[in-house]
């Protein structure tokens, strides 16, 4: 990596890196910092939100500090480093998590509903006896196999 010129990162958290010979790490830079513009170099401004976004999409802290640290040839200022540890002590805390709910009309149709495994796994939380939240992501199966079962749900 000796010829990859380096990016420079000031106290204020603007990355300035080269355009020549960066494009990976310019799309690495795109994870967690907002692009800000370029001509020669390029400059990338790292914010809370940012990182954040970069955290959700599962970068973590230690990987962020360690890419910068190789981009600018250990010369990440240690106020950087300071402010960004701190700013990942935020996350984590609290988990939001999207979710859908299964509700039937009656408690028959959902004992029918849940007398399959298969669908059963895919059941998150029991809200009652006639309502299950599922977890987004498992909607689209879910859907599938309640149709195939001849139960064609509403979606709102």
Known sequence: EADVPAATIDPDLLVTIPLRGTLYERYQLERFANWQGQDTVATYLITPESVWEGYNAGIRMEQILRFLQRITHDSVPPAVTTTLQAWGGRFGSVRL????????????????????????ALLGQRLSATAYLVEEQNMPLLTELLKARGIWPMIR
Not at 101 to 120: F, H, P
Request: charged share 30%; glycine share 0%.
């Open 97 to 120: 998590t999207r979710m859908v709910l299964l509700q039937t009309v009656d408690e028959q149709t959902m004992k029918q509903i849940t007398a399959r495994a298969d669908v059963r």
